[in-house]
């Protein structure tokens, strides 16, 4: 098992200090017992590595995401009702990885030192049209269910501005007015979640995000592209995705202004990628040479998630 301690992110809103990613390899299992097995490994190389003294390690619940991943939740338990959370990552009948947070006030307390994120190895794989009416391991339901994992903002059209910057030959700061006057497109594509949902035939009508790049003048250096909302959620997006001929800033859901729990007044959507790469609420595009784990991607989620690879989670391949 290999682990490494990285830094919060954007989890930092959750009161996140740090988070520790072991990765199993070539490890099955058949039973909780195993599992709790892996729980105890990383447990105790938590143990001898940040000196944290842990206690008893309790089940919580488990999870499942799409029909062949499930999350197996536990919590590390310490002294004075402290706790780190781990979230086992299974794939079939293999261990991926287990993904501990530490809140802050453990940090501070046991002096935990963090590493930058590590860059992944995506397998760039060129997809044919879809040969099936859904992606593996998805349902249609009618409505979209709404997330607001770190709560809704407040809008201000008055003072709202998307910033683009980073590798680019020219920043820009756009208004929502900007916006409406720039060329529009409108897609029809299934909505997809990547807990397994998905929604048929939804119609967004926005900006191209390829057009922001030409814009910007993007370097030939870029290849991610680091998206923050105004609830402070970030998401990490390989060039060539973001810039996909169907990939835009979203205005309108079907022929509609997005409402705020969709991402009023922009909202970031790649139909070929899952749902939690769709910031909403878009307040900064920025593009680097860098990999810098967004919010979901720093809990173990896929770099890239690919609904038809189904990429939901890291270290699959």
């Known amino acids: 098992m290999e682990c490494y301690v990285k830094g919060p992110g954007s989890l930092i809103h959750k009161d996140i200090g740090a988070v520790v990613e072991c990765i199993s390899r070539n490890k099955t299992y058949s ?10 490994e990383v447990a105790e190389w938590i143990k001898d590595n940040l000196e944290v003294d842990i206690r008893h390690i309790v089940f919580s619940e488990n999870e ?26 299974t794939y079939g009948d293999n261990v991926l990885a287990t993904i501990c947070t530490m809140d802050l006030e453990l940090v501070k307390k046991f ?28 349902k249609i339901i009618p409505y979209f269910i709404i997330y607001r994992i ?13 910033k683009v910057k ?63 909302g105004l609830d402070g959620y970030t998401t990490i997006i390989p060039l060539e995705d973001f810039i996909h001929e169907d990939s835009l800033l979203a205005l309108k859901l079907n022929g509609r202004p997005l409402s705020l729990e969709q991402g009023f007044p922009a909202r ?21 040479d860098k990999y810098i784990e967004g919010y979901w991607e720093k ?16 270290h699959i391949n």
């Open 299 to 314: 809990l173990g989620y896929h770099p890239r998630g690919n609904v038809w690879l189904e990429e939901r989670f890291k």
């Open 150 to 162: 770190l709560g809704q903002p407040r809008i201000y059209l008055s003072t709202w501005r998307l």
């Open 166 to 228: 980073g590798l680019v030959a020219k920043e820009l700061e756009i208004t929502y007015e900007d916006l409406l006057y720039m060329p529009c497109k409108e897609i029809v594509y299934d909505f997809h979640c990547v807990t397994g949902w998905s929604v048929k035939n939804v119609r967004w009508t926005g900006v191209p995000l390829k057009h922001l790049a030409l814009m910007t003048g993007v370097s030939p250096k870029a290849r991610w592209v680091f998206v923050e």
């Open 64 to 89: 499942p995401i799409g029909d062949k991943f499930i999350l197996y939740k536990y919590h590390l338990e310490l002294d004075k009702g402290n706790y780190i959370s781990c979230r086992v990552i």
């Open 268 to 288: 970031i959507i790649i139909p070929h990628l899952y749902g939690w790469k769709g910031v909403k609420w878009v307040k900064t595009i920025e593009f680097t």
């Open 111 to 138: 002096n935990v030192r963090v590493g930058e994120d590590k860059e992944p190895s995506i397998k760039h794989t060129r997809l044919k049209e879809p040969i099936r009416e859904l992606p593996p391991g998805q």
């Open 31 to 40: 039973s909780l017992n195993d599992i709790y097995d892996v729980v105890n």
